[in-house]
């Protein structure tokens, strides 16, 4: 037998095994319409965390992908307001600074950027004042438009 005739007769016997298997998933869907709705009982439990899980995520839906200026960090909630005020003056009006607790250490961001550029520009004018200030990939809260 020739390698034409074989690869023929395998596409017919492909193409007809398709066709009975897409017959037979037709016929168990209208046995599955005929016997009415289908009633899915669900854990009270599970319940409870799809739901919580949904409201993270509606919770979430206002932040971004982008990125902050981290001009130090400290395990004293203290020396990290110390600095904050010191960074409030010439940075607060312009970019904002935040303090922000990441266990075990409380962080002291300046701005927030969408744009690594935008992060980059403010980079350099705050390492003026802060020289190991570093950017950093966070998410922040999306922009007011």
Known sequence: MQFSTLFALFSNMRKSWILSVVLLLAGFMQ??????????????SVKEMEETRTALRKANSDKVRGY???????SSKAEAEALKEQALEPFGGKYGVTVIYDEPNFKVYVG???LSDDADVALVEIRRKFSGATRISDIIRRPVK
Not at 68 to 74: N, Q, S, V
Request: glycine content about 8%.
């Open 31 to 44: 046995e599955a319409k005929a016997q009415g709705q289908v009633v899915v009982e669900v854990e009270p």
């Open 68 to 74: 902050r200026i981290l001009i130090g960090f400290f």
């Open 112 to 114: 927030q950027f969408t």
